[in-house]
């Protein structure tokens, strides 16, 4: 690690492999980010397993100086390499997939064995990703997940799930993702909430934010959690805002509902598509960046605890997909190191 006090935050940034070409590696930093190049279900674009990567790269090109904590790359921002076997795999499981959607929407015979590989594959990536953030929950390291497809977080949650009694997730997103093994696969994109608060009591709630595009199964599944899922629906805020509601207001309400310990859920289709035009699955509408970021600086300022985030479904067409991720990206870190008292 080049030492950091010959570190100048004003100067540009060396392409050394790290998240903007910090100078911390995984002994020295507090927060790691572990790449997970998977993308295996998704239903619509693909590019996201190299969402991790766009990311890095374009990291590159951001400056340090964050408004609210002047001093933020000081906490020692670490991302991991990305693991060649995880996006091996997830290449073939992906062709698997794509097969398999492609015969069910073109009115064809439904392919057991290929639903069953990938199931198996997928349930493979569970496990790796619980083993490498139990590794680093042990190590005492503070992890952002970073994605991939949004199915990428459910072994973290597991992971999170030994260590905490309780805590609560802020998931900001265009879509519910609480579909039962949506298009046969049980670890589906689209199914990460519903596997999550079915295999993790320790989940006492969700809340969703940004919510605009969602099925009526989600909607009955919505009402039958006896308020363990509460949304924000798009449309609902949005009309809220227009008859003189003010979006402070509005914020406070979401984080009332949220536990003391809380974990982050940032899938890039939450925000209005200009900002991520390559995500998987694009929906009109959505947040602006600065909105999400006053909702997660609320957060923090409320007196929770942030024990974890992922970032999911940035694509990687384009560097601008990877340039708001990072953003996002070194917010969160930042958000979380605030709100464990790691700032300096």
């Given at each position: 690690m080049t030492d950091n006090k010959d570190f100048n935050p004003s100067g540009f940034a060396v392409k050394n492999g790290n998240f903007i070409g910090l100078p911390y590696d995984l002994d020295s930093a507090s927060i790691v980010f572990l790449?997970?190049?998977?993308?295996a279900t998704v239903s619509y674009s693909p590019g996201t397993a190299k969402g991790p990567e766009n990311i890095r790269e374009a990291s590159y090109q951001?400056?340090?100086?964050?408004?609210?904590?002047?001093?933020?790359?000081?906490?020692?921002?670490?991302?991991?390499?990305?693991?060649?076997?995880?996006?091996?795999?997830?290449?073939?499981?992906?062709?698997?997939?794509?097969?398999?959607?492609?015969?069910?929407?073109?009115?064809?015979s439904?392919?057991?064995?290929?639903?069953?590989?990938v199931n198996r594959n997928s349930e493979w990536l569970n496990h790796w990703v619980k083993n490498q953030c139990t590794a680093l929950l042990d190590m005492g390291k503070m992890v952002g997940l970073i994605g991939g497809d949004h199915s990428t977080p459910l072994g973290y949650l597991h992971a999170l799930a030994e260590k905490h009694d309780q805590f609560g997730i802020l998931q900001i997103d265009a879509h519910c993702d609480l579909r039962n093994a949506y298009e046969?696969?049980?670890y589906s994109h689209a199914s990460i909430f519903y596997n999550a608060l079915a295999e993790i009591p320790q989940i006492?709630?969700?809340?969703?934010?940004?919510?605009r595009d969602y099925c009526h199964e989600e909607v009955e599944f919505i009402h039958k959690s006896k308020k363990r899922i509460e949304v924000s629906f798009d449309q609902e805020m949005k009309e809220l805002m227009y008859v003189g509601q003010n979006l402070n207001d509005i914020f406070d309400?979401?984080?009332a509902k949220l536990p003391d310990m809380v974990y982050i859920s940032f899938d890039i289709d939450g925000l209005q598509p200009n900002l991520c035009p390559?995500?998987?699955?694009?929906?009109?509408?959505?947040?602006?960046?600065?909105?999400?970021?006053?909702l997660l600086k609320k957060l923090v300022n409320s007196g929770k605890t942030i024990i974890g985030f992922d970032l999911c479904e940035v694509g990687s067409a384009t560097e601008w997909d990877g340039n708001v991720g990072a953003r996002i990206a070194y917010k969160m870190a930042t958000?979380?190191?605030?709100?464990?008292?790691?700032?300096l």
């Open positions: 790449p997970v190049p998977w993308e951001l400056d340090l100086y964050d408004a609210d904590f002047p001093n933020a790359y000081q906490t020692g921002i670490y991302m991991l390499p990305t693991d060649k076997q995880v996006a091996k795999l997830s290449k073939k499981t992906r062709k698997l997939a794509s097969e398999h959607i492609e015969r069910i929407e073109n009115g064809k439904f392919q057991s064995e290929l639903v069953e590989e046969g696969f049980t006492k709630k969700l809340v969703q934010v940004g919510i309400q979401i984080i390559n995500t998987g699955t694009p929906v009109a509408g959505g947040l602006e960046l600065q909105q999400a970021f006053f958000m979380m190191a605030k709100s464990n008292d790691l700032m």
